[in-house]
Each structure stands twice: as structure tokens, then as C-alpha cells.
Nanobody
Framework: QLQLVESGGGLVQPGGSLRLSCAISRYLDFYVISWFRQAPGKEREGVSCIRVNDGTRYYAAFVKGRFTISRDNAKNTVYLQMNNLKPEDTGVYYC?????????????????WGQGTQVTVSS
């Protein structure tokens, strides 16, 4: 059955960096993979997405210029490189496989979700 496993979260100081990974079984069954996050007491929000076949990317405004999404199709893995992290980036980060065919203008919601990885940005 489909499985998504996130890794790479941790504790980092403001201005620091982390690289999240999402390993996905049945990876090529999906067109678009998304990253979401959820801060304590807040709703889950879309962060970024990537189209598997051609690498088309989209970023939410609050991370644009700081985060980079990428994929390695040979490894069935999607990455989220997070630079210049801010305290407000703190939260649980989830990757998700979607039914969307395109990654443009919005982060498509997930149909299948990973367990999440905790990111804490604090001094």
C-alpha cells in the first residue's frame, strides 16, 4: 500500500537551515507531491508542490525565496530545502501525494499523507 515517510526535521536557530525528505512508495503513480505544515494551534497550510515528471514548482508566498523543493525520481524522494528559517516556520511538516495533475498557482491538497516531521526554530 502507499506509504510516505518524512525525515530531516529538528531544532535549529533562526537563520539556520534544514533539509526535509519524503520517501514515497508508488511514487510514479502521482503527478504532484505537496508539502504542508501545521503550527501549534493553527490550521494546516500549503508550503510548496512539485510536478514529478517535469519538475514544475510552486511556493507559498511566505516561503518564496527561502525554501526550495526538488525531487529525485530514481530514489522516489521529494526534498524541501529550508534556508533562513524563522521562528514562525515552527511546526509539523507533512508531505502528501495528490490527485492534481498540475502544480501552479496553489499547493494541491493531499490525498495521501505522511506522518509528519517536527521543525522547531528557536534561539
Amino acid at each position: 500500500q502507499l506509504q510516505l515517510v518524512e525525515s530531516g526535521g529538528g531544532l535549529v536557530q533562526p537563520g539556520g537551515s534544514l533539509r526535509l525528505s519524503c520517501a514515497i512508495s508508488r511514487y510514479l503513480d502521482f503527478y504532484v507531491i505537496s508539502w504542508f505544515r501545521q503550527a501549534p494551534g493553527k490550521e494546516r497550510e500549503g508550503v510548496s508542490c512539485i510536478r514529478v515528471n517535469d519538475g514544475t514548482r510552486y511556493y507559498a508566498a511566505f516561503v518564496k525565496g527561502r525554501f526550495t523543493i526538488s525531487r529525485d525520481n530514481a530514489k522516489n524522494t521529494v526534498y524541501l530545502q529550508m534556508n533562513n528559517l524563522k521562528p514562525e516556520d515552527t511546526g509539523v511538516y507533512y508531505c502528501a501525494a495528490t490527485r492534481a495533475r498540475y502544480c501552479a498557482g496553489t499547493v494541491p491538497t493531499g490525498n495521501y499523507w505522511g506522518q509528519g516531521t517536527q521543525v522547531t526554530v528557536s534561539s
